[in-house]
């Protein structure tokens, strides 16, 4: 592993900026999106930039909020070829109802229109409701 580090100053607004040296490396460029992932424990912030290529939606889901419903429906998702860069889940009642929200990558894919995942998505019986919107740089 090569490893590279930069010391970076955290501006008024909480931005950084990737040293030009390590956006080189890894080949970031203007307009890329990065997941940012903070760990509360470890103090420590990892940023992950995805392809160029890659195509993003967002899934933002009404769904059973019961053991095993988010694995059925990512395993929905990942037969269609999507791959999950993000899943965000929160019980809004208990035992009831949850609500996600999945950024997923769909440039490996032929699906060209958000509408039609909704549209299959909502033929699930654990999912209430689903509105997909298209992510660009």
């Not at 992932?37 to 912030?45: L, P, R």
């Not at 009404?62 to 965000?88: C, F, H, N, Q, S």
């Not at 769909?106 to 549209?119: F, H």
Request: aromatic share 2%.
């Amino acid at each position: 592993m090569v490893r590279m580090e930069e010391l970076v100053r955290v501006d008024s607004k909480g931005r950084i900026t990737i040293p030009l040296t390590i956006r080189e490396a890894l080949d970031i460029r203007e307009g890329m999106y990065v997941i940012v992932v903070g760990d509360k424990e470890k103090k420590e912030i990892v940023i992950t930039p995805l392809p160029a290529s890659a195509r993003l939606i967002k899934l933002i889901m009404k769904i059973e909020d019961r053991p095993g419903v988010l694995a059925e429906i990512t395993k929905y998702l990942a037969d269609y070829g999507l791959d999950i860069v993000m899943t965000k889940c929160i019980v809004i009642k208990r035992g009831e109802l949850a609500e996600c929200e999945i950024v997923a990558d769909v440039s490996r894919t032929d699906l060209r229109q958000p509408n039609i995942l909704v549209e299959k998505l909502k033929m699930l019986e654990p999912v209430k409701n689903v509105e997909a919107s298209t992510l660009t740089g």
